[in-house]
């Protein structure tokens, strides 16, 4: 049986974020690659990284930035890798299919 409104409230007022939260989570530097967050973002399953610069904080990457850079940096753009291949969107829809098609 669900639980109702009040006790859905009362519970979210008793439990915690450290019971919830994942511990030690993977993070990214400011020079990190796109690729590499790319790639972390596709293994782990998960749709954002914090990136960590000296120790501290100072951003987080959700999957949906990469589609929006995708779509307004690379939309449209060809790379030459041996064929002609369209770049645009590569990384973000190999996310969404759960595929391994990220460059290695």
């Given at each position: 049986?669900p639980?109702?409104t009040?006790?859905l409230?009362?519970?979210l007022?008793?439990?915690?974020?450290e019971?919830?939260?994942?511990?030690?989570?993977?993070?990214?530097?400011p020079?990190?690659?796109?690729?590499?967050a790319?790639?972390?973002l596709?293994?782990r399953?998960i749709?954002?990284?914090?990136v960590?610069?000296?120790g501290?904080?100072?951003?987080i990457?959700y999957?949906?930035?990469?589609?929006r850079w995708?779509t307004?940096?690379?939309?449209g753009?060809?790379?030459?890798c041996?064929?002609?291949?369209?770049?645009?969107?590569?990384?973000?829809r190999?996310l969404r299919r759960?595929?391994?098609?990220?460059p290695r």
């Amino acid at each position: 049986m669900p639980l109702s409104t009040h006790e859905l409230l009362a519970l979210l007022e008793r439990v915690m974020v450290e019971e919830v939260m994942t511990p030690h989570p993977p993070t990214v530097t400011p020079e990190a690659l796109l690729i590499g967050a790319a790639r972390l973002l596709h293994d782990r399953r998960i749709r954002g990284l914090t990136v960590v610069e000296g120790g501290r904080v100072v951003g987080i990457i959700y999957v949906s930035a990469l589609d929006r850079w995708f779509t307004e940096s690379v939309s449209g753009a060809v790379v030459a890798c041996g064929h002609h291949i369209r770049a645009a969107g590569i990384a973000s829809r190999a996310l969404r299919r759960g595929t391994s098609d990220l460059p290695r």
